[in-house]
């Protein structure tokens, strides 16, 4: 039996999921005098979902740790009433000791026609409540950071799996082939399980997601040797043009090999990033009404760019809050609260209104929340921990509350609820793969279709579970 040249080939024999799509469309020069190598295909070239959708781009604002719902978005008198008593209910296990009720020190007031109650750490965003879905009811699998970080990124808690946004690139490419499809931003350092939060796993290589560390400003810094000085373009373009021919031939006598595919694609794309990326990250070229009314700051900057990435079609952009987990708040959660959200608050309600009036937010979907919540009860401090501190709160994986915006979401809406001191989700629950599940129709995809053949399996982002929220789509 002879088998298939490549890898591609395999596919559209046998017909499995979306590899059997041939790639289409050549990689185009934008503005760099031909195409690059003939007959070459790029694995990000835009694709079809597999049926019509309003979304075409997803920016996910990561707040890493773990924000609490029941000081953000979702109220509970109950828990005022209650603060410095014990529940008259059993606390849940979570990963630490926890006490009596603790009292959200925030307050809440509604906002817009729908009414919807915000926190006042989030009182730019409640103005945009009206285009915000938010969900109350959401729960993941384990209170630990680790895996529910795999969980909310990757669709599985233990093995390695790819990224949401390798998936959704897979499924679609990106419409700008001089950028990455898929960028994560994360300043300072990286978040816990570090690269693991957006990789590409068994999927190629060129769906991996591209680590930009926002905390620079110069471009130079921001994107590693992203120019090359001793060379001007034409002469790099030849240079490459040899290179890839030769790795164009040692792959043709070897058969398909992903990971040198995939070092092919990244060279391409590392050339074509010199005439974009420095455009595509520098804010200052933006009207100086615009970057006041993000404001000043990392998290104003990076959000600033976001709407630049997918304003040139970039796919997928993850935006991290910072390395480690800064939303882990077990002690001093007021101030961590306030400080955290004073920093995202006012950038995160602009990027909502300009995407708005850029006609851009009916096509970009966006996510905000973190890998679970925070408990109603206050922790108990323990040895070597908490430095003897009782205000803060433990991990909460029973309930917690993320929200979406855009891209077909029907906004102005509450989808679910926690119990009366916001312990567990109880009314409408939502898990993480239903949550995915969403998503991908929102991006026009049927989730239990959306596979890759790896192993003898059929993988998908949702593995074997996943229900789409109806309730959620306009």
Same mark, same amino acid.
């Given at each position: ?208 997601? @591209? ?250 982002? @949702? ?12």
């Amino acid at each position: 039996m002879l088998l298939p040249a490549s890898r591609r080939e395999f596919l559209r024999r046998s017909g499995f999921g979306l590899g059997a799509l041939a790639l289409p469309g050549l990689l185009s020069d934008a503005g760099l005098s031909r195409p690059v190598l003939a007959g070459t295909q790029s694995p990000m070239a835009p694709r079809q979902p597999q049926f019509p959708a309003k979304a075409k781009h997803v920016i996910h604002i990561f707040c890493n740790g773990g924000p609490s719902h029941v000081d953000t978005f979702d109220p509970k008198p109950k828990l005022n009433e209650y603060h410095g008593k014990e529940l008259p209910t059993q606390n849940l296990k979570t990963e630490r000791k926890t006490g009596a009720a603790l009292g959200s020190p925030f307050k809440f007031q509604k906002y817009g026609e729908s009414g919807i109650e915000v926190s006042d750490l989030f009182a730019n965003v409640g103005q945009c409540i009206d285009d915000i879905a938010v969900i109350r009811s959401m729960y993941a699998e384990v209170p630990n950071h680790e895996p529910s970080l795999m969980l909310m990124n990757c669709g599985e808690a233990r093995q390695s799996r790819p990224s949401f946004g390798s998936w959704v690139t897979y499924g679609l490419g990106s419409e700008n082939q001089n950028l990455p499809g898929f960028i994560a931003m994360c300043p300072g350092g990286l978040p816990i399980t570090e690269s693991a939060n957006w990789r590409s796993s068994f999927l190629p290589g060129a769906f991996q997601g @591209t680590y930009v560390d926002t905390k620079e400003t110069d471009v130079e810094k921001l994107i590693a040797d992203i120019r090359n000085k001793q060379l001007p373009l034409d002469k790099q373009r030849k240079q490459l043009d040899l290179l890839q021919t030769m790795n164009r031939r040692h792959l043709e006598e070897r058969g398909a090999d992903p990971a040198l595919e995939a070092r092919i694609h990244s060279f391409e794309l590392a050339y074509r990033m010199q005439t974009d990326a420095a455009d595509a990250f520098d804010i200052s070229r933006e009207p100086k009404h615009i970057q006041e009314m993000y404001g000043k700051g990392t998290h104003a900057r990076q959000l600033l760019i976001a709407r630049r990435l997918v304003e040139r079609g970039v796919r997928f952009v993850q935006l991290w809050h910072g390395a480690g987990q800064p939303w882990d708040n077990h002690d001093d959660l007021e101030v961590n609260h306030r400080k955290l959200a004073g920093q995202i608050d006012q950038p995160l309600a602009a990027l909502l209104k300009d995407l708005k009036q850029r006609g851009l937010l009916d096509e970009t979907l966006i996510l905000w929340g973190g890998e679970f919540g925070r408990t109603p009860v206050v922790e108990l401090p323990t040895a070597g921990s908490n430095q003897g501190k009782i205000n803060g709160r433990d991990h909460n994986h029973w309930g917690f509350t993320c929200w979406m915006a855009g891209g077909g979401v029907k906004g102005g809406q509450v989808h679910g609820a926690t119990d009366e001191f916001g312990f567990a989700a109880v009314e409408n629950r939502v898990s993480v793969h239903d949550l995915h599940a969403t998503m991908l129709r929102l991006l026009g995809f049927d989730h239990e279709k959306l596979t890759y053949r790896f192993a003898g399996r059929d993988f998908r982002l @949702t593995d074997v579970y996943g229900n789409v929220v109806d309730a959620l789509i306009a």
